[in-house]
Structure formats: C-alpha cells, structure tokens
C-alpha cells in the first residue's frame, strides 16, 4: 500500500480526517526522529485522540501487518520512537488531558501525552507530588516515560516511573484494550502486567492511559554543593555519606572534563574550583532536613573539600542546581557531538568507571565527559567526537570505544542503560548484555502479544 493510499485507507476506517491521518512531507518528517541520530520517515503519521482510534488503528494495522511505532514528545535518546521500518507513526501527543487528580486518594489518572512537567505543577497545587524527574520534564511525555522507565536525580530517594504506575491502559496489537492496576496505592492481583509494560519501549501494545500513585509534596529542600580535588575523594564522600544513614533525595558528581567545559561556556566564576563536583539533596520538614544537612555538612566538610556551600531556601538550591542543568548544553557548546550513554555501575565502582573513561580518552584521542547520578551509580558517560556527523571513520572509532565501555561497564557488574532504554543506539550490545535465556523470553513474549510483529519493529528484538 503506498503513503497516499494508506493515508486515505486509514481516514475511511477511522472515520477522521486530515488533522488526525496526516501524509504531507513537513509532518511526515518532522515524526522521523527524537534527539538521538537515526531517522527514517513513516509513511503516515495519526494523531490519535481516543483509546477508540488507537484500537480501531491496530485493528486495521494487524489485519495489513503495518508497522505502527508510538511517539510520545520525541524526546527519547536512543531512537526508540524512530519508525524503521516506515508504516505509521503513531502520535499520542494530543490525548494530554489529565483526567483526574485526587488529593484523598494521592492518584493521578493522566492520558500518555500529558507532558511530565505538568502533571508534577498541577499535583504540587494541591501539596502532592509525583516524584519521577528526568531532566527533559519539560518537555517529555508521560507515555514516554512509561515506555522507557524514566528515572532521575530524585530516584535514588524515590524510586522510577515503574514505581508509580498503580494502573494502565493499554491498546494490544490485536486492538484489544486490556485495563491492568487500579486506582489503589498496593495491588497483588495475578502477574505484574504493569511490569511488563513498563520499559516495553512500544514494543508490546500502546499505552493510552496511566495512573500513578502521588506523594505528600514534601514542604522545604537543602542543597549541599562541594568541590575536591580528585574523582576518588568525590567518590569516597559519596560512600561515607551512605555509611554514616543518610538518604539523600539526590547525589550527583561530575568530572574534569564536564566543569572545564561549563567554565569555558558560564564563566569560571560560577563554577566552584577543583576537579571533581558533588550535589547532594535532601528533602522534607525543615526541622529534619536542617538536622541532616548540618550532619552531612560536617562530614563533607571533614573530608577536605576545594569548595562547601549550603542553600536553604528553593531559590538557593535552584542556583546551586543551575550549574548540574547546565553541563548538557556546556559540553554541546564544545563543538563537539555529545554521546551520551546512560550506564549503571555498582556504586563501589565509581571511581574504577572514571578511571576507565579516562583510560578510553587517552587510547582512543577523543575527550570523555562523565556526570550525574552517583548515588545510584548511574553515570552518564559522554564520549565527545569530532565531525561526528560527517566522518565515517570516527564513528567507527567511537563504535570501538563505545564496544570497550560497554563490555568494561557489564565485567564490572554494571548495565548498558539505567533509564533511557536500548531502542536503536544500544541495540548492537543488546546480545552482550543479555543471556540467551533472557533473549528467548523476550521473544516469546513479544511473540505472544504482537505475533505479526507491527509494534515498532526495527528494534532491538529483531
Ligand atoms: C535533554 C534530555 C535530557 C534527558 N534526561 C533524562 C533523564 O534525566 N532521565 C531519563 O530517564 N531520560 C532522560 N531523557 C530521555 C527521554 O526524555 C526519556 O526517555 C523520556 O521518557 C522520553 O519521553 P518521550 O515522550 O519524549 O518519548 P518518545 O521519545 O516519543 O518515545 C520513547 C519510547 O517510548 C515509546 N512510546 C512513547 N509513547 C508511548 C505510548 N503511549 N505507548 C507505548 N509506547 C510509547 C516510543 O515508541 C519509544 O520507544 C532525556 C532526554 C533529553 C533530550
């Protein structure tokens, strides 16, 4: 079936017109990519706006074995919503309404296009508080974040998205609608199906409706931001902050590399000196949140730090955190293409993993850039290449060296993502980091739900 013909097949079966099939260039284009590398343009692209059209849509899709790839916002960061093998590009972006939101029963009902952000202003209104907070809340979606498990700085406290999901609609393949959880805050009913659903990268049915569990919002937050000398003593403060009972709502380190690089782009002046950074935050009651502060503050104090300052009002800790928002952008504004991989190391190996990236740098000529979350051992490591975009040999360099991170990250005990996913930037070590056993299953379940293979093939299961 060509695009003009599918676009127009499409619109009679489901009734709906131009706004929701759409097949002119711009679109189909602008619904080929997220922030990472790959494109590859659908042939059609639905803007669905009811579970209705999305049942009806895979009905229609199993019946002609199209391929259907679920877009969120577009923000993923391993090509997860790329449509590889063309078909429809299937947009969720327009069911963002939030449905509900109790106060009494701390749950939120919300449509998967409801961008995280927003559901976390809306529920801070009424003192609530849904915790999850990848750095893209701005502008990612809720689907998205299902799809893919977000996490981020806060979950080392809190807890990912999978440990808010209390229930899910979700469109099968078939264009049955299966509604697993409830509006409750602990469920044991038959297996996890929410489980299974979360982190499927759309691979397993389209989710047209989440409920998540809320928090009380915790009213006040302290931030404590220290500089040292060297990556182990960073690292070794981490452990004694751990080994002395505290639980930090966020710990985040950063490296050489990634300070050079904002003090090149802020100004040196907002950028604490020394070589390697930490963020450690704590959150709830003032009273307790200034007892543990002052404690955590003594014993970073102890451990001879270049730079110690604390922040007690949200303002404050904003303008510590505006250094952490700002390593992203400062290392694009390097000139260089930012490859940023989201692996998780046992937190004993912090200091092995930077030696190690720093190793790469030496071997492999290109700067490595190493940041984020350290509490729970999930560093974002960023290999910086030159003409990235225009030089096949670099790419096949940097493929080298991404096969040495990859394979060094899992002897260590480590994984290859703790949040963005594999979809097609890690699908080549995919078979590496998991066992044969792991892959059949998979396989089986994916064959089980999808068996004509229309939800976003091109993925790591092929
Ligand atoms: C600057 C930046 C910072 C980031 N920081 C973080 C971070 O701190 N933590 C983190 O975890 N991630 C982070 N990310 C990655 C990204 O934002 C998350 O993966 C996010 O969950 C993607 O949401 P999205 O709506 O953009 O999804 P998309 O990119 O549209 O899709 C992602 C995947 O979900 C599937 N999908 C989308 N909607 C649905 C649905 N309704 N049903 C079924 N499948 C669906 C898609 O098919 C695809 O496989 C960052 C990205 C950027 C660009």
Not at 158 to 182: F, I, M
Not at 423 to 451: C, E, I, M, N, Y
């Amino acid at each position: 079936m060509s695009g003009a013909n599918l676009a127009e097949r499409l619109r009679a079966w489901m009734g709906a017109d131009a706004s929701v099939v759409a097949d002119d260039g711009e679109t189909l284009s602008a619904h080929g990519g997220d922030k990472w590398f790959a494109n590859h343009a659908p042939e059609v692209v639905v803007f669905a706006q009811t579970t209705d059209q999305v049942s009806a849509l895979l009905r229609f899709a199993s019946e002609h074995k199209i391929p259907v790839t679920a877009r969120g916002a577009g923000y993923g960061y391993v090509g997860g919503c790329v449509p590889m093998r063309g078909g429809i590009a299937l947009s969720l972006a327009r069911m963002n309404r939030i449905k509900d939101l109790s106060f009494e029963d701390a749950i939120a009902v919300v449509e998967p296009g409801v961008i995280t952000g927003d559901l976390q202003a809306a529920a801070k209104e009424l003192k609530l508080f849904y915790p999850p907070d990848p750095a893209s809340l701005k502008d990612c979606s809720m689907g998205g974040n299902v799809a893919t498990n977000a996490g981020g700085p806060r979950c080392l406290k809190y807890g990912v998205t999978r440990n808010y999901v209390a229930g899910l609609e979700v469109v099968l393949a078939s264009g049955e609608v299966l509604r697993t959880g409830a509006r409750v805050h602990k469920n044991k009913t038959g297996f996890d199906l929410i489980g299974l659903f979360v982190g499927s990268e759309g691979m397993l049915g389209i989710v047209t409706e989440i409920t998540v569990k809320l928090l009380p919002l915790p009213p006040s937050r302290m931030t404590l931001s220290a500089s040292f000398n060297d990556m182990s003593a960073a690292a070794a403060t981490v452990q004694r902050i751990f080994a002395e009972g505290f639980l930090p709502s966020s710990l985040e380190i950063a490296d050489h590399f990634t300070l050079e690089a904002a003090r090149h782009d802020a100004g040196a002046s907002g950028v604490p000196p020394g070589n390697a950074h930490m963020l450690v935050d704590f959150d709830g009651h003032i009273e307790t949140v200034g007892v543990e502060m002052e404690k955590v503050r003594a014993l970073v104090a102890s451990q001879h730090p270049s730079a110690l300052e604390v922040a007690t009002t949200e303002e404050g800790c904003e303008q510590l955190w505006a250094l952490r928002r700002q390593f992203s952008n400062s290392l694009r504004a390097t000139g260089l293409t930012k490859l940023n991989q989201d692996i998780v190391v046992p937190r004993s190996r912090l200091v092995d993993l930077v030696e190690f990236a720093a190793s790469l740098q030496k071997k492999h000529g290109f700067p490595v850039a190493a940041f984020g979350h350290a509490g729970d051992g999930n560093i974002h490591v960023n290999i910086m290449a030159e003409r990235y975009n225009r030089d096949a040999a670099v790419r096949e360099k940097v493929e080298r060296a991404l096969d040495e991170l990859f394979a060094q990250v899992l002897a260590f005990g480590g994984v290859i993502t703790g949040e963005h996913g594999i979809g097609l930037a890690k699908k080549r070590w995919w078979p590496q980091a998991t066992s044969d056993v792991s892959r059949d299953l998979h396989r089986r379940l994916k064959q089980a739900l999808d068996p004509d293979g229309i939800l976003n093939p091109g993925k790591f299961l092929d």
